[in-house]
């Protein structure tokens, strides 16, 4: 049996909930488009890429538009969500995630983040957990998007270890799938049915503990 020797962390739906600031940003964006964009829309949009998640948002309005254009939307949108996220009081982190952290560093395993976030380093910063992270990947050292396992093989990789070794936490059905590929422990953060494929799901990291969901894993 392999033991666990790490915990590699999903960022936007396990340790904080940026999903809103990203619709709000999204929708002020759609809006200007002439797009409709709901709430309903944004789920499709957790887990995926800045650049994937504008590629929908126009494939909903059926509009084609330059790679150049592209970029400016990328960045006007980024630059409203940051404008959010600045206002975001440190304490914004999810019930229980802080603790969590704590307990597992306490059990002396090591942790790493796998977001495919580009803002990741500034939202840990902000959650004042950064230095809880012994490595931290995010959407700037990734080339693939989830499921792709690619986010979390450069985690283990960065840690040196095995991916069998690791448990990933992960809120999207993409990144439980990229864990599964990647040979990690995939637990699933949230609904059980959506995230049916994970070896465990819990509700969130202030419903469990790290001894207790090890102890799950081995069974
Ligand atoms: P950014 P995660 C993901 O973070 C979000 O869930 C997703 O909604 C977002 O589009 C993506 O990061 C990229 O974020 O625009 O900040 O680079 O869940 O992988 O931590
Ligand atoms: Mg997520």
């Known amino acids: ?17 940026t999903a809103k600031y990203h619709f709000k940003a999204w929708q002020r964006l ?4 002439d797009i409709h964009f709901d709430e309903q829309d944004n789920e ?8 994937e998640s504008l ?9 084609t538009i ?4 592209k970029e400016t939307l990328m960045h006007r949108k980024n630059e409203w969500y940051l404008e959010y996220v600045d206002q975001m009081p440190a304490d914004e ?48 050292k990734t080339t693939k998007s989830k499921p792709s396992p690619q986010v979390f093989l450069l985690g ?29 422990k995939a637990v699933g953060v949230g609904d059980a049915k959506t995230l049916e494929k994970a070896h465990l799901i819990i509700e969130g990291l202030g419903d469990t503990t790290p001894a207790q969901v090890i102890n799950q894993l081995n069974f």
Not at 107 to 135: P, T, Y
Not at 160 to 173: Q, T
């Open 156 to 184: 283990s990789d960065a840690l040196n270890l095995d991916p069998a070794d690791c448990v990933v936490f992960e809120d999207s059905v993409a990144g439980v799938e990229a864990a599964i590929k990647g040979d990690f």
């Open 44 to 51: 499709q949009l957790k887990g995926v890429s800045r650049k």
């Open 30 to 33: 759609a809006k200007e488009l």
């Open 66 to 69: 330059s790679q150049e254009e």
């Open 55 to 63: 590629e929908k948002i126009l494939g909903w309005g059926n509009k």
């Open 93 to 140: 982190a999810l019930p229980g995630a802080k603790e969590f952290l704590q307990a597992a560093k306490d059990l002396n395993l090591r942790i790493a983040l796998g977001s495919a976030s580009k803002n990741a380093v500034k939202i840990l910063d902000k959650l004042q957990i950064k230095d809880q992270f012994e490595a931290i990947i995010d959407g700037n």
């Open 1 to 17: 049996m392999a033991t666990i020797k790490a915990f590699i962390f999903d960022l936007d739906g396990v340790i904080v909930d």
